[in-house]
């Protein structure tokens, strides 16, 4: 199908009530992100702010208003109340949008949605939320939004981006870097991760300039368990000449054995260095991604 076709039949993702039960949910970090602004997360950073935290004891300049007189009345000590106090957070989204998206029609659509789904969490919690598309480098990019009232212009670049072109993860990675590399944040990555020679050059990057990733490795049934078999006319839909093979049992019992190893060498890699990983089948109802493998993966609370 035409990428401008399949844009095109790109709906608005979800209905009322799924955006009501997204907005109960929390995407995590197991860091901490230090800003100016006030946002609903929070920093081990102690002073006056939304939720207590724990007690000291109160020394001389201490703010009055911070004693905990009835903990005074009980023990006739005074200790000063500390509050964790509340901060910003950056969330960016690279988003596939290379030619090998788009081979499976459900997989690039499935990939929009739940980029869409997390970015309105994010935006509904007041974070600073960056959308990127990616192909061989940065394709597509919005400024920074923030906010309720940002959620309609997120859903909007997130329908209109377009499949096309090879994959160039490392550079990607570098054009990413170029534009944030000053930045701190959480770095949510939706791709089939099928650059296989700049899949890890181009994670190690990202994490070396102390971003948090999280790798979204969105597959569909038929790249895991394909079927197929007999003569095929086969084509990299990112280039390379089209051939003809005869496909055997034993060519995808060695297919499905390199595919898992792959997605198993990945997953260890970006967890080894702090990162977070999910393997998204797009046979999976978005809802029970969401709702249960992401909660699952404490990637969302």
């Known amino acids: 199908m035409p990428a401008k076709e399949q844009m095109s039949d790109f709906p608005f993702p979800f209905d009322s009530a799924f955006f009501e039960r997204l907005q109960s949910l929390h995407l995590c970090s197991r860091r901490v992100f230090s800003g100016r602004l006030n946002a ?3 920093s081990r950073k102690m002073g006056a702010g939304m939720e207590f935290a724990d007690h000291r004891p109160y020394t001389p300049g201490d703010d009055l208003r911070l004693i905990d007189w009835n903990l005074f009345a009980r023990s006739e000590k005074l200790y000063t109340k500390l509050y964790r106090k509340e901060e910003d957070r950056n969330l960016f989204f690279m988003v596939d949008v290379s030619a090998s998206m788009a081979v499976e029609n459900e997989k690039f659509d499935f990939t929009r949605k739940l980029a869409a789904a ?11 939320v960056f959308l990127h598309g990616f192909a061989e480098g940065i394709t597509a990019a919005l400024p920074a939004l923030r906010g ?10 997130i329908s209109h981006l377009t499949p096309g072109g090879r994959t160039g993860f490392e550079r990607a990675a570098r054009d990413f870097i170029g534009r944030h590399g ?13 650059d296989l020679d700049g899949v890890v050059p181009g994670l190690d990057i990202l ?7 999280l790798a979204l490795h969105v597959v569909t049934p038929g790249e895991l368990r394909p079927t197929f078999l007999g003569q095929w006319r ?4 990112e280039g390379g000449r089209p051939h003809v093979e005869h496909v055997t049992r034993r060519m995808l019992a060695r297919y ?7 997605a198993e060498r990945l997953q260890r890699h970006v967890r080894v260095r702090g990162g977070g990983y999910l393997r998204a089948v797009t046979d999976t109802p978005l809802e029970e991604l969401i709702l249960k493998e992401l909660r699952a993966g404490r990637l969302l609370v």
């Open 148 to 157: 309720r009232r940002a959620i309609i212009e997120a859903m909007s670049f």
């Open 207 to 213: 994490f070396r300039r102390g971003f948090e990733v």
């Open 234 to 237: 086969l084509a990299d839909p």
């Open 40 to 42: 609903m997360h929070i």
């Open 182 to 194: 000053d930045s701190q944040g959480v770095l949510l990555v939706f791709s089939d991760f099928l």
């Open 118 to 128: 997390l970015a309105y969490i994010g935006l509904f919690e007041m974070d600073r």
């Open 256 to 262: 499905r054995r390199t595919f898992h190893a792959h």
